[in-house]
């Protein structure tokens, strides 16, 4: 249903695209974000984007990481500058039919991707 892709290794200061395309039941699907796991650490919520393009943002994400999205291709992206070590982690597009705001809950997600690893090295 989600397909994740983008993720590498950077080195700190630079820059990765993430992409995730949606498929299947997508008139379904309101909400899409990214959430990340961190080695040893829980899921954390990084960014969303509701169907009419309202933005919620993580405070370690705001002022570096820009989400986006296409309606019409079905897809979602998170655009992440200024890259740091402490952003190593496995990312993952999720998606909702909630129309809630602010950030995503990951107990409330009805669709999930397979992550994609991004490692940014010191």
């Known amino acids: 249903q989600l397909q994740a892709s983008g993720g590498g290794l950077v080195q700190a200061g630079g820059s990765l695209r993430l992409s995730c395309v949606a498929s299947?039941?997508?008139?379904?699907?309101?909400?899409m974000g990214w959430f990340r796991q961190a080695p040893g650490k829980e899921r954390e919520f990084v960014a969303a984007?509701?169907?009419?393009?309202?933005?919620a943002y993580a405070d370690p994400a705001k002022g570096r990481f820009t989400i986006s999205r296409d309606n019409a291709k079905n897809t979602v992206w998170l655009q992440m500058n200024s890259l740091k070590p402490e952003d190593t982690a496995v990312y993952y597009c999720?998606?909702?039919?909630?129309?809630?705001?602010?950030?995503?809950?990951?107990?409330?997600?009805?669709?999930w991707g397979k992550g994609t690893l991004v490692t940014v090295s010191s």
């Open positions: 999720a998606a909702e039919r909630s129309v809630a705001y602010g950030p995503l809950l990951s107990s409330n997600m009805d669709y």
């Open positions: 299947g039941s997508t008139y379904l699907i309101f909400r």
């Open positions: 984007i509701r169907r009419r393009g309202d933005t």
